[in-house]
């Protein structure tokens, strides 16, 4: 590693703790996480596994069956866009995955299920990021998302400007809908996160992209809202988003968020990878449109060390 990169990377992981450091709330082990008392609005945990983390994450929000109940469809939509190996971090880590399918059946899920509409070949991108032998290790079933009998037209007149869309039947279906991004930079959304990961959802990503990208990313909640967010900030594109070009675009910072507001998960997000939120308009369209808040000072915050 020569200087520059040494100081780049020393910059994003003082970011890191410093955006770890100024939630409310006071660190807990994991014993202390699902004390009595309210369940935290928020979780954030670093410095374990990414299944580590989520295991420790989940229980302070209640534990899996606070979402997952027995004989429910469960469908878990984590980033798989690209081509591309685990540690190149342009995918969802597939540990992470695997974690949520086992869980998710532990609950008593009748299935779970898989997807992601891919930029790149899908099946490729299946099988390279991990994700599809992940899954299916862990009892859970991919499905295709590469043709348009895999979707349905949905319409939302409340949308801004997307008010109609084709939606991957999976989410139409399911009685539960896990968000797991991978959070990373992206050339034309400033983040990629959990918001942006609702591009997956969608068959014609194209309409967004010609007609105002942050407003369609903020529109897109409203096809289907998910009943958890977990945020994979094990590994982050930093640079050269969505999927980087060199591995000095990649850093380790070892987070992960779990929430239920999208919105406030998303800007607890931008601020470990050190984006300012001005400069991800689809945060403030996504609290006018009732998603959530970017006040993260009114939630309760649970801090973990993993």
């Known amino acids: 590693m020569n200087r520059r990169e040494f100081l780049k990377t020393s910059a994003l992981t003082a970011v890191a703790v410093a955006a770890m450091s100024k939630l409310p709330g006071a660190a807990l082990s994991a014993a202390e996480a699902p004390a009595a008392g309210p369940l935290p609005d928020l979780v954030a945990v670093r410095n374990g596994t990414p299944a580590e983390m989520f295991r420790k994450g989940i229980e302070a929000l209640g534990g899996m069956k606070a979402f997952v109940k027995p004989g429910q469809k469960v469908v878990v939509k984590p980033n798989i866009g690209w081509d591309k190996k685990p540690e190149e971090a342009a995918n969802t880590n597939p540990e992470l995955v695997a974690e949520i399918v086992r869980q998710a059946l532990a609950a008593g899920a009748s299935e779970v299920t898989v997807f992601d509409h891919t930029c790149n070949e899908w099946q490729s991108c299946y099988k390279n990021s991990g994700i599809a032998a992940a899954v299916t290790e862990a009892g859970g079933k991919v499905l295709p998302a590469n043709l348009k009998e895999h979707y349905s037209r949905v319409e939302r007149p409340e949308a801004v400007k997307m008010k109609n869309a084709l939606i991957h039947n999976a989410i139409l279906e399911a009685d539960v809908f896990i968000n797991v991004p991978v959070l990373k930079h992206h050339g034309g959304a400033k983040m990629s996160c959990a918001m942006k990961?609702?591009?997956?959802?969608?068959?014609?990503?194209?309409?967004?992209?010609?007609?105002?990208?942050?407003?369609?990313?903020?529109?897109?909640?409203?096809?289907?809202?998910?009943?958890?967010?977990?945020?994979?900030?094990?590994?982050?594109?930093?640079?050269?988003?969505?999927?980087?070009?060199?591995?000095?675009?990649?850093?380790?910072?070892?987070?992960?968020?779990?929430?239920?507001?999208?919105?406030?998960?998303?800007?607890?997000?931008?601020?470990?990878?050190?984006?300012?939120?001005?400069?991800?308009?689809h945060l403030k369209l996504g609290e006018k449109l009732g998603y959530g808040t970017m006040d993260t000072a009114k939630l309760k915050i649970a801090r973990i060390d993993a």
Do not use: W
């Open 197 to 281: 990961n609702f591009m997956g959802l969608v068959e014609d990503r194209g309409f967004m992209h010609r007609n105002d990208l942050q407003q369609c990313i903020a529109d897109a909640v409203l096809y289907r809202k998910p009943d958890l967010n977990v945020v994979d900030a094990y590994r982050i594109v930093t640079s050269n988003g969505p999927r980087g070009v060199t591995p000095a675009d990649v850093k380790t910072p070892k987070y992960q968020l779990l929430s239920r507001d999208i919105v406030a998960v998303d800007t607890m997000a931008a601020r470990i990878i050190g984006f300012p939120l001005e400069s991800i308009p």
